[in-house]
């Protein structure tokens, strides 16, 4: 596929720093990726102070910034849970259908190596669902956040 070859050296990941915060809340706070992915945005504050002690001041978290041609696209990040390391993972809308997500996917998981690693994507969001199965996340149940049923992913 050559335009996969070409994403390739567009697609690459770097560290997130504060500087990138605002771009990820503008991020979260899309009505589409909200609608899609059941998370809803938070205030400004909450949002800030969760990303610079929970994500960025967090050593056991694992976070990873997304770029496409320079530009920040969004992010991967990998935590804990009790026992459980799970992963998400958030793209501006801009940057959807593109492969981008599949692309910086691979990546990650080269770089996050804990398994088994889960997600729990919201199960109306068939293509978050479909981009965690192709690169080997297989189903194991499903979970409730509030009323929303989520499907459960693992990659072993």
Same mark, same amino acid.
């Given at each position: 596929m &050559?335009?996969?070859a070409g994403m390739d050296e567009l697609v690459r990941l770097r560290d997130v720093t504060? &500087?990138?915060?605002?771009v990820l809340l503008e991020q979260e706070h899309d009505p589409e990726a909200q609608r899609?992915? +059941?998370?809803? &945005?938070r205030e400004r504050e909450a949002f800030m102070r969760h990303w610079k002690t929970n994500i960025?001041?967090?050593? &056991?978290v694992f976070v990873r910034g997304v770029t496409v041609g320079g530009e920040l696209a969004g992010?991967?990040?990998?935590?804990?849970e009790?026992?459980? +390391?799970?992963?998400?993972?958030w793209f501006g809308r801009a940057f959807w259908g593109r492969g981008i997500g599949s692309r910086a996917m691979e990546l990650f998981l080269g770089e996050e190596r804990?398994?088994?690693?889960y997600a729990d994507p919201f199960h109306g969001n068939t293509a978050s669902v479909r981009l965690l199965e192709? !690169?080997?996340?297989?189903?194991?149940?499903?979970? !409730? !956040?509030?009323?929303?049923e989520h499907v459960l992913l693992v990659l072993r």
């Open positions: &050559a335009d996969s504060e &500087a990138d915060l605002e899609r992915s +059941r998370f809803p &945005a960025l001041g967090d050593p &056991a992010n991967l990040v990998a935590w804990w009790g026992e459980r +390391r799970f992963i998400g993972y804990v398994r088994p690693l192709k !690169h080997g996340f297989r189903r194991e149940g499903t979970v !409730h !956040h509030g009323e929303d």
